[in-house]
């Protein structure tokens, strides 16, 4: 059996959500030794930039989910001039991004084999789905050394939000690879606007070992064993305004209407950071 095919069957037998429970609550201890040597032992691991953080020293946050959550600085990732601009939601890397097939939406290319899945496995709603038939799609992966801040691609007002329960596989390549319906399995949490480009939808995908999501106006999203509506107050979000968050990394995947983007040429593997240009708006 493969190195990737081991690393899935592992997954599948692990109790995923039992473990993100407790990766939940380690996180957040405050025991001074609890948190200065996740912190330290994080540091030795990744390669974190911590000159662009508010606050840079990494013995002043009271937890790893403060450390590890951390805001940039002002000016930090500057919003391109143009108006059109469609941009990064965050740092990470290139997962896929493209044209959606239909109703299906590419999770990996293996060699000549395609592995998909569909909108309204994703969406979890059909009517919502409909709004992306033949749209666009990007999927962003955020490693853990990422900044982990969910920002708005475009300007909108919110329409809607929900917590979808589901799976908790890891998001990496290698699992993208070998599961089916990845994200479509996984927790999620699923939020859309209007905007200058029409309907945008902006779905945060849960992962092993996250301890859990948040919303910018609604704070952490608690974990549920059914599907269930998130507040919507009456709010427009500027783009590179904050929209929610990872307390530990995931996936974030951005759908717009049939003709209403246009993305700039990019490919999986290609690194990104919050506010760089990834499209423009197309359509009237």
């Known amino acids: 059996m493969s190195t990737d095919r081991l690393f899935v069957a592992l997954q599948r037998v692990l109790p995923q959500h039992a473990l993100s429970s407790m990766t939940h609550a380690l996180a957040r201890a405050r025991t001074p ?11 030795r691991r990744y390669r974190v930039n911590l000159e662009e953080a508010a606050v840079s020293d990494p013995h002043a946050y009271l937890s790893f989910n403060e450390f590890f ?37 590419l999770q990996a290319q293996i060699e000549a084999k395609r592995r998909t899945y569909t909108l ?19 999927c962003l992966y955020l490693a853990p050394h990422d900044y982990h801040r969910v920002h708005m691609p475009l300007a909108g007002r919110l329409m809607r939000a929900q ?21 479509a399995r996984n927790e999620r949490v699923i939020v859309s606007f209007t905007t200058a480009a029409g309907p ?5 995908v849960g992962a092993l070992n996250v301890g859990s ?17 998130l507040p919507v107050p009456a709010l427009a979000l500027e783009r590179g305004q904050e929209l929610g968050r990872f307390n530990l990394g995931s996936t974030v995947i951005v759908l717009f209407g049939a003709g209403r983007v246009a993305w700039v040429p ?13 499209g423009r708006v197309a359509g009237p």
């Open 33 to 43: 030794w609890i948190r200065r040597a996740l912190i330290g032992a994080f540091l």
């Open 69 to 105: 959550t951390r805001a940039l600085k002002p000016g930090a990732r500057p919003m391109p001039a143009e108006t059109d601009a469609v941009v990064s939601p965050c740092d990470g890397t290139v997962s896929q991004i493209g044209t959606i097939d239909g109703s299906r939406l």
């Open 120 to 138: 309204g496995a994703l969406c979890a709603d059909a009517g919502l789905a409909q709004q992306f038939v033949g749209g666009a799609y990007c």
């Open 163 to 183: 917590y979808v329960p589901g799976r908790l596989f890891s998001v990496g390549a290698a699992t993208a690879r070998h599961v089916s319906d990845l994200y």
């Open 200 to 204: 945008m939808a902006v779905i945060l």
């Open 213 to 229: 999501m948040g919303l910018a106006w609604a704070g952490e999203v608690a974990r549920s064993s059914e599907a269930c509506a």
């Open 266 to 278: 990019a490919a999986p593997g290609d690194l990104v950071r919050l506010g760089m240009r990834l």
